[in-house]
């Protein structure tokens, strides 16, 4: 496919940025408004259309992108008169960016088929700064042909494209990346917070434990916070709580038990549930430190 026409919905942070890096190396792009104008706005500036519905965005497009926040969001976008599904062309490409729950993945993949579209999920790796540099690292799964069809696409995005298996795997493995990553920073948080409690520095914590086989990207991440106040992870309590549940409800379709993802789930509900869940992943120290404190 040769500089294919795509259409993007869904300009948040990592979403705006996709585009950018698109809109920079030459592609036609429409995009429409979701929730902030002010992306779509920056967008047309550079030279990208506008379209009213997501179903006129469909049949303008190669190539649909959805770079979305929940399940229910892409759905919103797929189905109704005026949805991408009612829309789509023959042999287009519809490709899910965000994390999604793999068995809504596979409806909406068997809906597309229909119409003789193709759906693609590909969860994302890396930060919206990674995206417009091209260097993100895509989890792609689905039909192989189709995926060799937008693979140039594919790696004007991303540093780092996979092709992982059927519809639906990019979802699981995304999902169960997450739950490690944010059962790991909770696990982190509570250690720097106990830490707390004991009278024992933080920076002595972390020089004993990262000096063993516990050492991890994600330590480093909580520490970075936990002891200097940076935030190198974006990341919010509150998609953290999200993808963890999705996790959650991915088990239970499967009919799997999942043992280790309660207290993650569990931890992240308490702080979304009291106010925190704007706050970035890291901060759960301090959420950690003041409920320790308060027990």
Sequence with gaps: MTQPKIGFIGL?????????????????VTVIVNRSRKSVEEALARGAKEAKTSAELA????????????????????????????GIKPGAVVIDFG?????????????MAE???????????????????????IMCSGDEAAYQKVKPVLDVLGENVFHLGPLGTGHTIKLINNFFAMTTA???SEAFAMADS??????????VMSAGPLHSGMMDFIKSYATDRKIDLAFSMANAKKDVGYYRAMADELGAKSRMSSAAADTLGEAVDEGWGERMVPEMVDFLASSLSRK
């Design 115 to 137: 119409k003789g579209a193709t759906y693609l999920d590909a969860p994302l790796g890396r930060t919206p700064s990674h995206a417009k540099e091209g260097k993100l690292n």
């Design 186 to 188: 909770c696990a982190m």
């Design 59 to 86: 049949s303008a497009s190669d190539i649909v992108m959805f770079c979305m926040d929940t399940s229910a969001s892409v759905e919103s976008r797929v189905y109704g008169d005026d949805g991408v599904l009612a």
């Design 12 to 28: 948040g942070l990592m979403g705006s940025a996709m585009v950018e890096c698109l809109q920079k190396n030459g592609f036609d």
């Design 198 to 207: 004991a009278g024992v520095p933080r920076e002595k914590l972390y020089q």
């Design 99 to 111: 994390t999604s729950l793999p068995g809504s993945t596979k409806r909406i993949g068997a809906d």
